[in-house]
């Protein structure tokens, strides 16, 4: 069964260090995702990416961060400066809207950064 | 805007018993998704079940059935005998159809701690 893949599973960062975080959705998916995770608290949406372009992005989305789909395969995830704050599980998240356009988003198994 | 809320933080039970995991949403779209995802300890999220707004049928997978009642904008879910494996935080969460921009992006539930005993 086809899945999304997420690397690396752990990253340790110095603050203010900046950091990528890797992702190769399901090949035939569209919709692309980033949430967030800080440990003990829920699931939170970070981005949304369609057509080579965010569609949507939410306040913790700020001038830190920043997503790219560099070769049509892998996207990523950039922290430009990492704060202590930062440190949480990240997630991504593929989509392709079926004939009914519902929705299903298939997640990868995590990145956990921690910024030490 | 979109609010998906789970009152129960934590729930304790000993293994064969049944329980109830709450979920209430909230959304000004007519059409939108449900869904229940299971988080182990290994902290990879797990889908369980997605339910469209125009399908109000209950839904039972084994040992797992769901409740959806538009009527009240709820979403419960319901494992039978319980089991230790079973422990885990289960996430509700809500999808507005939305159209381009806001396509599939889930909206999470602060999560229910279930933790069965033996």
């Known amino acids: 069964e086809p899945e999304v893949t997420q690397t690396p599973s752990h990253q340790v960062t110095q603050m203010g260090q900046e950091v990528i975080l890797r992702c190769v959705p399901i090949s035939n998916h569209l919709y692309f995702y980033w949430y967030r995770q800080i440990l003990g608290q829920k699931v939170e949406f970070l981005v949304s990416f369609y057509n080579n372009e965010i569609s949507e992005k939410s306040e913790i989305f700020d001038d830190q961060f920043s997503v790219e789909r560099p070769d049509g395969s892998n996207f990523t995830l950039k922290i430009r400066s990492t704060k202590l704050e930062d440190s949480a599980m990240y997630f991504c998240?593929?989509?392709?809207?079926?004939?009914?356009?519902?929705?299903?988003?298939?997640f990868g198994q995590g990145t956990r950064l921690t910024v030490v | 805007a979109q609010k998906v809320t789970q009152a129960q933080t934590e729930i304790s039970v000993v293994e064969k018993e049944d329980v109830t995991l709450d979920c209430v949403y909230e959304t000004r779209d007519t059409t939108y998704y449900l869904f229940w995802y299971k988080q182990p300890p290994s902290g990879e999220l797990v889908f369980l079940i997605r339910?469209?707004?125009?399908?109000?049928q209950n839904e039972i997978s084994g040992r797992y059935s769901w409740n959806f009642q538009k009527s009240t904008s709820s979403f419960n879910f319901t494992i039978t005998a319980s089991q230790v494996v079973d422990s885990a935080v289960y996430f509700c969460?809500?999808?507005?159809?939305?159209?381009?921009?806001?396509?599939?992006?889930?909206?999470f539930g602060q999560g229910t701690i279930l933790t069965v005993h033996p």
């Open positions: 339910r469209n707004s125009f399908d109000e």
């Open positions: 998240a593929s989509d392709r809207p079926g004939e009914d356009m519902n929705t299903e988003a298939f």
């Open positions: 969460a809500l999808s507005e159809r939305g159209g381009g921009t806001s396509y599939g992006k889930l909206t």
